[in-house]
């Protein structure tokens, strides 16, 4: 079945440096790809997303282009905040049911 | 614009209990879903709602778990009985229809712990 597969965290990063978190999936056919992230005590919000290969999705700063030749979306920043401490999840919507499939997430940490 | 709503925000139980979790959607979304988190996982689907049909309960585990959708607006979900390992958030989540497009909005989420 289609899945999603995350860099293990938690990644701990200083302010202003480069932001790297990996995401490949499995899915049959063309899925959509999106980045969500969990701020500390907030509910899921999505953060990007991209529909079709070559598509770059942005927002925030963080960039994320969808890599069919490497079944990868890679989310990228390059400089990170402290404000940007939060749990990121990489997921994969397949077919038309809408159901989200998501990874692990992987913690990220910031320090001044 | 409201935001998906959900109550209660905690909920600890004993083993054997039951308990009941209750979503809003945002207004005019047709479609709904609840999620469950387990501590350190991604969330994944339990049931998901289009209107008042179920569209996928595929990993709903239904000799303890019922939801419902009444009317096509408000949503629960029961548990009964709980085990421990239903430990996790419940997650409600909402979009306008199914299409891939369609971005889902999420409530804060449930914290359930069974002891």
């Known amino acids: 079945g289609d899945s999603v597969t995350q860099m293990e965290g938690p990644v701990t990063l200083s302010e202003e440096a480069f932001l790297t978190i990996n995401c490949t999936y499995t899915a049959t056919g063309y899925p959509s790809l999106f980045w969500y992230v969990q701020y500390p005590g907030e509910g899921l919000q999505l953060l990007l997303k991209?529909?079709?290969?070559?598509d770059k999705g942005s927002n925030k700063g963080f960039e994320a282009t969808y890599r069919k030749e490497t079944t990868s979306f890679h989310l990228e920043k390059g400089s990170v905040q402290v404000s940007d401490s939060a749990v990121y999840f990489c997921a994969l919507i397949s077919g038309n049911t809408g159901k989200l499939i998501f990874g692990q997430g992987t913690t990220l940490q910031v320090k001044p | 614009e409201a935001g998906v709503a959900q109550s209660p925000r905690y909920k600890i139980i004993e083993k054997r209990q039951s308990v009941a979790f209750w979503c809003n959607p945002i207004?005019?979304?047709?479609?709904l879903y609840w999620y469950q988190q387990i501590l350190g996982q991604g969330p994944k689907l339990l049931i998901q709602f289009q209107n008042n049909g179920v569209v996928d309960d595929s990993q709903l585990p239904k000799d303890r778990f019922s939801a419902e959708r009444l009317k096509g607006v408000d949503s629960t979900l029961k548990i009964q009985p709980a085990k421990l390992e239903d430990s996790a958030v419940y997650l409600c989540?909402?979009?306008?229809?199914?299409?891939?497009?369609?971005?889902?909005?999420f409530g804060p989420g449930t914290r359930l712990l069974v002891l």
């Open positions: 989540a909402s979009s306008r229809g199914l299409a891939e497009q369609e971005t889902q909005y």
């Open positions: 207004s005019g979304h047709a479609t």
């Open positions: 991209a529909t079709k290969a070559d």
